[in-house]
């Protein structure tokens, strides 16, 4: 079992930044590529990024592509997802997901193939 636990979702105005964690609760954290998906209001969830396992390699949706950027930091079971020059759009609860899957990053796009969810941080952009 592993737990997450999101973190530093809130109200920014458009073009601003934030960065949100997500910390792990397991040590084999390294083994897990993780994701980060939202979800907006009346919409279903969304893939946002995900990163492997080791950290090398990582893959975006393209609606963030360029603005997005997700790191991890295996010593600390923390992966983050930094969040630049945002927009209106972005505004959803952001979730973090471990999925124990050593392959492709690309291949990590879809949230049913992830076995662990944290419980979720709003981010609101304001115009």
């Known amino acids: 079992q592993v737990q997450l636990v999101e973190s530093g979702g809130g109200l920014v105005q458009a073009g601003g930044s934030l960065r949100l964690a997500c910390a792990a609760s397991?040590?084999?954290?390294?083994?897990?590529?993780m994701g980060w998906f939202r979800q907006a209001p009346g919409k279903e969830r969304e893939f946002v990024a995900a990163i492997s396992y080791s950290g090398s390699s990582s893959y975006y949706a393209d609606s963030v592509k360029g603005r997005f950027t997700i790191s991890r930091d295996n010593a600390k079971n923390t992966v983050y997802l930094q969040m630049n020059i945002l927009k209106p759009e972005d505004t959803a609860v952001y979730y973090c997901?471990?999925?124990?899957?050593?392959?492709?990053?690309?291949?990590?796009?879809?949230?049913?193939?992830?076995?662990?969810w944290g419980q979720g941080t709003q981010v609101t952009v304001s115009s």
């Open positions: 397991r040590r084999t954290f390294s083994s897990y590529t």
């Open positions: 997901a471990a999925r124990g899957w050593r392959g492709p990053v690309y291949d990590s796009q879809r949230d049913n193939e992830y076995d662990y």
